[in-house]
Structure formats: structure tokens, C-alpha cells
């Protein structure tokens, strides 16, 4: 019954424009979830991330579960494409992976632009995220579903032309100029 009212204070974050601001900020959403969540759902809605971590980890969603997994997976094809420009090897084991997903980073990591490969991968990620999208609008893993939705969301705003294209070259080189395989986390 919490999530319910928790759902219902919460604005659209469907549709929403490049240029307009956003109706909530993270903030307000923690803010939201701390007084209608357990516990547990907290620990959960604390642990989103855009970034999981290398070895899977159980959070407890199988709605958040999927996106580290599938994010994770978008980021080890990344990882290899990448190596394999530089003639470097990276396994990512022999992983059944969707056609969908490899298609999309063989045009990221072949755009000409960082901002253009970043644009790929995140209407990639919403895409991938929609899909997961839950039936019940009232429920816990919908909540899940709507902060990685602002997180990504926020994420996308901070893209900024120049600095990107300084901060993918430092990063490039780097990765060029040692021996080391540091392209995922």
C-alpha cells in the first residue's frame, strides 16, 4: 500500500525534452522513498547504480539484477571491441549476448564523435531499461525501475561537447600508452 502512495506523488519522467528541467531531483526522490520504503527496499533503491560492479551481485530486485546484468554485459562487448582496435586481448568468456546489444557498441566504439557514441549507448540503455519496465505501476520494483530512469536521465544531462572529447582523449591515451586492459570497471 506504501508504494501506491509513493507512485502517485511521483511526476512523469516519460516525455520529458533535452532542454526542459527535470520534475524531481534525486534528492526528492530519496527524500520520497525514505518515509514510504522498508528497510530492505532502501538498501536496494540505495545500491542503483549505472555502473555495477564486474562480478554479479544478488541486490534483492530481480528487476535491478537484470540491468547490472545487462549493463554489465554492454560494457564487457565495449570493453572487447575497444581491445580489439588496439590489438589487445580481453576475454568476456563465452556469454550468449543479444544481437541488439553488440550491434549497438560495434556503432558506438566505431562513431566518430564521443558524444555521438555516448547518444548510442544511452538510447540504448533507456531502451533496455523500457524493456524491463514493470506491469505493476504501484509496486517496489517499479520504484527500482523509476530511479535508475532518473539516473540515467541525469546522466545524460551532464554531456558536455568539449570536455567529453578532452576527457575520452586523456582516457584514450592512457589506455593506448600502457599495458594495462583498466577499459571497464
Known sequence: MAEYYLV??????????????????????????????????????????????????????????????GERNLRLVLAKLRAEKTDKQFNIENKSLPVELIQTARAAVDAESPLEAEKLLNRYRLDF????????????????????KLKL????????????????????DSIINSDRSEVTQ
Not at 523500457?130 to 517499479?142: A, G, I
Open 8 to 69: 502517485s506523488q511521483l511526476p512523469s519522467l516519460d516525455g520529458i525534452g533535452e532542454n526542459m528541467p527535470l520534475p524531481i531531483t534525486e534528492e526528492r526522490f530519496t527524500e520520497l522513498c525514505s518515509r514510504f520504503l522498508s528497510k530492505k527496499a532502501r538498501d536496494v533503491l540505495d545500491s542503483l547504480t549505472l555502473t555495477p560492479s564486474r562480478i554479479p551481485e544478488k541486490t534483492g530486485s530481480a528487476l535491478v539484477e537484470k540491468w547490472n546484468e
Open 153 to 172: 536521465i541525469l546522466r545524460i544531462r551532464q554531456f558536455d561537447t568539449a570536455s567529453g572529447e578532452a576527457a575520452y582523449r586523456s582516457i584514450y
Open 129 to 148: 531499461l523500457e524493456k524491463l519496465r514493470p506491469m505493476d505501476t504501484f509496486s517496489q520494483e517499479f520504484v527500482f525501475y523509476y530511479g535508475l
